[in-house]
């Protein structure tokens, strides 16, 4: 039979479907980098505790870097006999140094091996989807920018409810973005948590020193208790939680700017450059980023609620159900990049607004009743009363197809004799966004303020992209 580090004691090899199904090869090699690299700060710690030599240890590291050149360069592609990235790498390494590779697992399990890797890969994912939620945030920010006073209804319930400054719209998903930020980076302090040296789940009698190699890899803790730091896949939940809240809000813009597309809503135009067509209707222009954005979202989920699963029975320490952490982690991750990356471009260069077909769309509807209803609060009118009263007021304007503006001053005053001409410029659609200037509303003074202070939070997080 092929020898694997574990088959001293096997008289027998392993069936061929059962070899294919416990290898996990074909998706671990994404660790590889992250594999060499902390065993390269293994060798080292081994070294630096008198464990091995100096020489043995730059023969090790040599070889290490060997592989990972050979990676780079498309040489090294292990398949299926390999069974797992750790046991490839250690192969190619004895074959490249001969029998001091088999040093390297000295003082190390798989169990704790496995965990480190896929927290260091997992910490520079975490960076990278950081440095596409700011790229997403500073093109929602340009876009705000240039439609502070551009109009568009707000809606409850999908129904008109009061008209918004459109730039506010977007403020609302740059907040959404930066609690995703927030997340984040709470997550990746809990990652950056070295469970090196835990072994299989009882931690080593040889002289470690566990410190040493957690700084070597940038870990900035080490874990306090060896069965649960080779058992630990709570950072994997939480970010599989996180990567769904991005989805969860990737979605809902992607549903807006499919409805605003829409003949029916006509708030926005779709450009050439992010859509496509039919191959039978030749009038079609189809929404298609934002459709496969709100369609990634439910897999995302579904990895999350994986990974619940797989954990939930689990008794300590390591089992072999956690080798399915990685496939969902990893599709989770490329999905929510990729989904980022898209919306960018699709905010950027996918979609134009209309303005004047915005500005007739807060026109045509009841969205200034409430003002109405302000407007007879600032006479000294009840509240309820005053909300009664513009209720009456729209009944009637529904039964005799009239907007609250057609209503001559005459029939506004048979409702409430405090009713005056000044009326109209307070129900008019600018002067009602214009009126809510409370902190956080959607007033353009309030609104130009929250860009600004959106504005230096971005920065806060992304002072080199600011410089540019």
């Not at 070899?19 to 070294?47: P, Q, T």
């Not at 579904?302 to 954990?311: E, F, N, Q, S």
């Amino acid at each position: 039979m092929t020898a694997t580090p574990w088959s001293a004691r096997f008289e027998a090899g392993l069936h061929p479907t059962v070899a294919a199904f416990n290898a996990s090869i074909g998706f671990d090699i994404e660790l590889l980098e992250y594999d060499l690299s902390g065993s390269a700060a293994h060798a080292r710690m081994l070294a630096h505790s008198g464990i091995l030599s100096e020489a043995e240890a730059e023969a090790l590291v040599g070889g290490l870097e060997q592989i990972r050149s050979e990676w780079r360069a498309g040489q090294f592609r292990p398949g299926l006999e390999q069974e797992d990235v750790h046991y490839a790498v250690e192969r190619r390494l004895v074959e490249l140094v001969g029998e001091v590779g088999k040093k390297l697992h000295t003082a190390r399990s798989r169990n704790d091996q496995v965990g480190t890797d896929l927290r260091l890969w997992l910490r520079d994912c975490i960076d990278r989807i950081v440095g596409r939620l700011g790229a997403f945030q500073r093109t929602l920010l340009d876009l705000a920018a240039s439609h502070v006073e551009t109009l568009i209804p707000g809606y409850t319930h999908l129904q008109r409810a009061q008209p918004v400054s459109l730039a506010h719209h977007l403020l609302a998903y740059i907040e959404m973005g930066e609690r995703d930020i927030e997340r984040l980076t709470q997550i990746r302090e809990r990652v950056n948590v070295c469970p090196l040296g835990s072994g299989a789940l009882a931690g080593t009698v040889l002289p470690i020193d566990r410190h040493y190699t957690a700084q070597l890899l940038g870990f900035v803790a080490l874990s306090e208790n060896s069965l649960d730091a080779v058992s630990d896949r709570d950072y994997v939940v939480e970010f599989l939680a996180a990567a769904s809240l991005i989805a969860v809000h990737l979605s809902r813009l992607s549903e807006e700017i499919i409805l605003w597309a829409s003949q029916e809503f006509r708030f926005l135009t779709l450009t050439d450059r992010c859509a496509t067509g039919s191959s039978l209707m030749p009038q079609k222009k189809n929404p298609d980023v934002p459709e496969l954005v709100r369609g990634k979202t439910g897999r995302i989920f579904g990895h999350l609620m994986g990974m619940l699963t797989v954990l939930k029975g689990l008794p300590l320490a390591y089992n072999k159900d956690l080798q399915e952490d990685k496939e969902g982690i990893f599709d989770a991750a490329r999905s929510v990049e990729s989904s980022l990356e898209a919306m960018t471009i699709l905010l950027a260069e996918g979609i134009v607004f209309q303005p004047d077909r915005l500005a007739g769309a807060v026109e045509e509807d009841f969205s200034n009743a409430t003002d109405a209803a302000d407007y007879l609060v600032r006479k000294g009118v009840p509240f309820r009363e005053a909300y009664g009263v513009i209720g009456a007021v729209v009944r009637h304007c529904l039964k005799s197809n009239a907007l609250l503006r057609d209503l001559p001053i005459a029939q506004w005053r048979h409702f409430h004799p405090a009713f005056d001409d000044d009326l109209y410029a307070a129900i008019t659609p600018r002067t009602v966004v214009a009126a809510r200037n409370s902190y956080g509303g959607t007033g353009f003074e309030q609104v130009r303020a929250a860009l600004g202070r959106a504005e230096a939070r971005w920065q806060g997080h992304f002072p080199s992209a600011a410089a540019h």
